[in-house]
């Protein structure tokens, strides 16, 4: 069973969180919520559904976890200005391990400058910011390319959800 | 007189919306909203402030106004998804006319595609996406370059309305 990393805020795309979060928990793997303070509650800005915060990306590394999952909406543009997240994300993908991200996540991985090169999908409205970081972006449901597995929207999440599952062990 | 332009759609900061306004319309300027639906009433993130949207992007021309206002929020990243919207700040841009941009502001000219070389702020998560996308980040609560004038927060409001009203007539 995998050890799965989700970095989230308050403003969290509630289904992009709740639906992985539930499939991989039903699937044996351990979730850890790391975000900018420990044992806070953030809540998703269309249900409000709470998720507690375990710890902040300070207090981990790496190298406790198999895996990462960035829910979106605007939980990655509040996570971006904190600099110790932003190097957990980039040590999080120069590790190779399987890093999932939907919708707005890709922000992230702009400000951790680790998108030249690389295939990605998202969010329609980070077409441009993705383009402008040296990435392909690509109009499908699921991107995979290395370690990282991309999805554009909620309607994306059963395709999202297959594709995430499949690098858990 | 001047004809101010202001670009709205749900979630914008409300103060960054609800200051310059009073300011612009207190100096006697008229207001025009456009958003993504004409007629109906978009609402601040934080306060609910709500403002009545007067036209669709369509149904404008940059001819009609003197000047544009960009307030923020997460308003820039709904709207950027609409290519009317984009062309008009596009046009707006390439005008010469002035552009008041705050906050998450600069998102609408990214994917616009005219900030390459020019000086700009907006708020800290926008830093990276604003460097990629060509243009100089200046980390200072006004910055005027050519036509245009912007600011990252609303800390910054007072000085940002002061630049931006020198810029009516």
Known sequence: MSKVAVVITD????????QPAAAFKKAGHELTHIGLQGGVTVKGKKEGTPVKVDKTAQEVRVGDFDALLIPGGYSPDKLRVDEQVVRFVKEFVDSGKPVCLICHAPQLL???QVLKGRKITGWKSLVQDIKNAGAEFIDQEVVEDGNLISSRSPADLPAFIRACAQKLK
């Open 110 to 112: 702009i400000t951790a």
């Open 11 to 18: 403003m969290f795309e509630d289904s992009e969180y709740a």
